[in-house]
């Protein structure tokens, strides 16, 4: 009785968040202003009033108004707790056998890793989505038999590097080498998960190897794409059904552009290889909306991994970051702009990977 009630609520959740068909969820999410900016007294280009019906306004000068809709708004008073709460509903379809891509999009220092991995205190969507999979895990076990495997990559000028694998600490974990194909790339580190503590030292584990060999972790970390993907094997206890499903909840590089003093060296292939995935990732999006024939998925090494969690039977949650300082305008409009375009993909219907 506990699952087919639970299954109810969350199916009323999910059509609510079904305004229109289709498998692409966009929410904007605004940071609050920063103590800088606050004390040189920038003014906020964002305009929340009716943010409730996932209206956004920007001011672009003068008494000038651009309305952005979205599928949900959320003004920097906003926590963690709520916004997981309307993100819930795509993760748990995991566990129906969906493919799921939860991807942060925005310019550095808009909140990306503030939404994705939070701070001790105000944890983000990776390790609330965890715990969502191991209750409603627990929920479901006379019903359903789960396992939960993780793994942790970053995409750093087109080169993907395994973090599990190269992790101090992940010798303490519960490791195997996957299986060829998985995640298209053979031999990826998977580390099986049976409980919260486990997870929290998994994440533990990718973010103390994200730190190696940079001497700016920061710099670093807004110059790559870091990906968290969960494998989930699901055996339904009454028919025998089995089936496979992925999540990945990516923290995207930052969208900015380079300021001109900037296009040298190594920042600049940096930069390049940004523009280059991040455009791949605009372009497969678009193809999936006009339903073209070839989807160029192989254009980036971003986009070749998210393969088969972007598109026709899987579903996406985006969250755009910005940030409500008219000193940042231009990267505002560029991002929402980016996100418009993602949000006018109607993908469906789901289907189940089996
Ligand atoms: P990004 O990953 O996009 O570069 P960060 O997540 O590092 O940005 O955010 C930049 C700063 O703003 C951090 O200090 C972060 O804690 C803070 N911040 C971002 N979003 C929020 C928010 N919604 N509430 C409170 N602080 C936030």
């Not at 599928?71 to 056998?97: C, H, M, W």
Request: net charge positive.
């Amino acid at each position: 009785l506990k699952f087919s009630e639970e299954q109810e609520k969350r199916k009323k959740l999910y059509n609510q968040l079904q305004e229109a068909k289709g498998n692409v969820r966009v929410f904007c999410r605004c940071r609050p202003f920063n103590k800088e900016e606050a004390s040189s007294g920038y003014v906020t280009v964002v305009d929340f009033t009716a943010a409730k019906d996932g209206d956004l306004g920007i001011l672009t000068g003068g008494s000038t108004k651009r309305t952005f809709k979205f599928d949900r708004v959320y003004t920097p008073k906003d926590n963690q707790v709520e916004v997981f709460e309307d993100a819930s509903p795509v993760v748990i379809s995991v566990l129906d056998g969906y493919n799921v891509c939860i991807f942060a999009y925005g310019q550095t220092g808009t909140g990306k890793t503030f939404t994705m991995v939070g701070t001790e205190q105000n944890r983000g969507v990776n390790y609330r989505t965890l715990e969502q999979l191991f209750t409603t895990a627990e929920e479901r076990k006379e019903t359903f038999a789960y396992s939960v495997s993780v793994s942790v990559l970053e995409v750093y000028n087109e080169q993907i590097r395994d973090l599990l694998a190269t992790s101090p600490t992940s010798k303490r974990l519960q490791i195997r080498q996957a299986s060829e194909g998985v995640h298209h790339v053979p031999g990826i580190v998977e580390a099986k998960v049976e409980n919260i503590k486990e997870v929290w030292d998994v994440l533990q584990a990718g973010s103390s190897a994200r730190a190696v060999g940079s001497n700016n972790v920061n710099e670093h970390s807004s110059r790559s794409h870091c990906m968290l993907c969960i494998l989930v094997r699901a055996k339904n206890l009454i028919n025998g059904e089995c089936t496979k499903s992925k999540l990945w909840l990516v923290d995207l590089a930052g969208s900015e552009r380079l300021s001109k003093t900037e296009v040298r060296g190594e920042r600049l292939k940096e930069a390049q290889n940004i523009n280059k995935s991040l455009a791949a990732l605009g372009d497969v999006i678009s193809a999936l909306a006009i339903k073209s024939s070839h989807i160029p998925y192989r254009n980036s090494k971003l986009t070749h991994l998210l393969q088969d969690s972007l598109g026709g039977e899987s579903k996406t949650l985006m969250f755009v970051q910005i940030s409500p300082s008219e000193q940042d305008l231009g990267e505002t409009l560029s991002s929402l702009n980016f996100a418009t375009r993602v949000r006018k993909v109607e993908l469906g219907p789901a289907k189940k990977q089996i």
